[in-house]
């Protein structure tokens, strides 16, 4: 695996830095915002929609496709890239957050994870191994190792033994990777049920989609709210040198003054010269104060989900559109924004299509979020390669206001 991650300009007084990422689909600029794609799809918003706003990657769930629609249906399509019909950079998360989260019951070994699907309840398993098998067969750019998410709040012990079960997993991930990417013959089984295998030797994979071919492997440092444990996990991975290094088990509910410390904990160690992303962020405030800590990639479904709920994002904080004071509302949702939503349509129009349940109004209010979310990304390489992000940040901090707080002007 070759380094294709470059630093092209480095803010003044912060650890902010754009950065150019290559991959197999598209070179990325850093930092970048990843729309979630959990079914294969943003919600709401087509491919070419994703490229008219500029989207450079996007995020696709490994869990929820290996359940449905399955990958012998995403093989049979030539990958994740021609199934969806977008032909850009993607990464896929390993499916271990979502099986803690999701899985209706499952048990945690050395081995892997033993499962029931939240659908139908049906069994299956993840190992390492696996867990890399399924992103190949996915066809996706980046991959994500398998890993543990623990709960917040967690006791330190169980965290610890967490964090070196991570570890001896992403040691495994990478056995299976460089295995897959060297196409060894082997069997075509994905192992969606429960199957028994070495855990410590990758024996048979399923053959590759051709866009795994140079596939990316990023590593994730674990290590729940403390400090010491961030530290040495951060360390352990990048000893195995990974092509890029994610922050994981942040937003799981903690205080955001604990998310802040665990990546100040972890970033320290991270290598300067790989890309660095902060998983499951944020709000627009905590996009951005990540940014100043060295991260360069993030994801979160809060753009399209709030969208579903009615509620836009602006420069000054959240609107809630279903609210009656936009009913008469001629103007856009935010002034000179250039989404399809703000060039065409008024607040009031748009709070009655929400209202009124009219799918349109969602589908408004989405491609304005994401739009702001890009733009916001956008916003920031500009501001760091002309030396004022932490000026930039600043501002935008003190005029961003918490969701339904902001006044109605």
């Not at 398998?146 to 040691?171: H, I």
């Not at 010491?228 to 000893?239: G, H, K, M, N, Y």
């Not at 994401?370 to 500009?382: D, I, P, V």
Request: glycine share 8%.
């Amino acid at each position: 695996m070759q380094n294709e991650f470059a630093v092209v300009a480095a803010a003044q007084h912060s650890k902010a830095r754009h950065g150019r990422l290559t991959t197999a689909h598209g070179v990325i600029d850093t930092p970048a915002f990843m729309p979630v794609g959990t079914q294969g799809s943003i919600k709401g918003v087509s491919p070419r929609e994703l490229r008219e706003l500029k989207a450079q990657i996007i995020l696709g769930n490994t869990y929820h496709l290996f359940v449905r629609p399955g990958l012998e249906v995403i093989k049979h399509f030539g990958g994740l890239h021609n199934f969806m019909s977008w032909d850009g950079p993607i990464l896929t998360d390993s499916g271990g957050y979502q099986i803690f989260s999701l899985a209706k019951l499952r048990k945690i070994t050395e081995e892997g994870v033993e499962f029931q699907n939240h659908i139908d309840g049906a069994r299956a398993f993840i190992s390492p191994e696996i867990a890399m098998e399924i992103q190949a067969a996915l066809g996706s750019d980046i991959a994500m190792v398998l890993d543990e998410c623990v709960p917040y709040p967690c006791e330190y012990d169980y965290a610890a033994k967490s964090v070196e079960m991570t570890t001896r997993w992403a040691k495994r991930c990478k056995a299976a990777h460089s295995v897959i990417l060297g196409e060894v013959e082997g069997s075509r089984g994905i192992a969606s049920t429960h199957s028994q295998r070495d855990p410590s030797t990758p024996k048979a994979f399923g053959a590759r989609n051709d866009d795994a071919a140079h596939q990316l492997l990023f590593g994730i440092v674990q290590g729940a709210t403390f400090p010491d444990l961030r530290s040495e996990s951060a360390q352990a991975i990048v000893e195995l040198d990974f092509d890029g290094y994610a922050i994981g088990g942040v937003s799981v509910g903690e205080p955001e003054e604990e998310m802040m410390r665990a990546v100040e904990s972890a970033e320290p160690f991270l290598p300067a010269n790989k890309p660095r992303y902060a998983m499951g962020l944020g709000t627009p405030p905590q996009l951005l104060k990540m940014i100043a800590h060295g991260m360069d990639m993030f994801d979160c479904v809060l753009p399209t989900r709030l969208a579903r709920n009615g509620t836009a994002f602006t420069a000054i904080g959240t609107l809630n559109l279903k609210n009656a004071e936009f009913a008469l509302d001629k103007r856009p949702i935010e002034e000179n924004c250039a989404c399809e939503a703000c060039r065409g349509f008024s607040r009031g129009y748009i709070r009655h299509l929400v209202k009124a349940e009219e799918i349109l109004g969602l589908r408004l209010i989405t491609l304005h979020n994401l739009h702001f979310y890009l733009n916001l990304m956008r916003r920031a390489r500009s501001e760091i390669e002309d030396g004022m992000f932490d000026h930039f940040l600043k501002a935008f901090v003190a005029e961003y206001k918490p969701r339904d707080a902001i006044p109605i002007v």
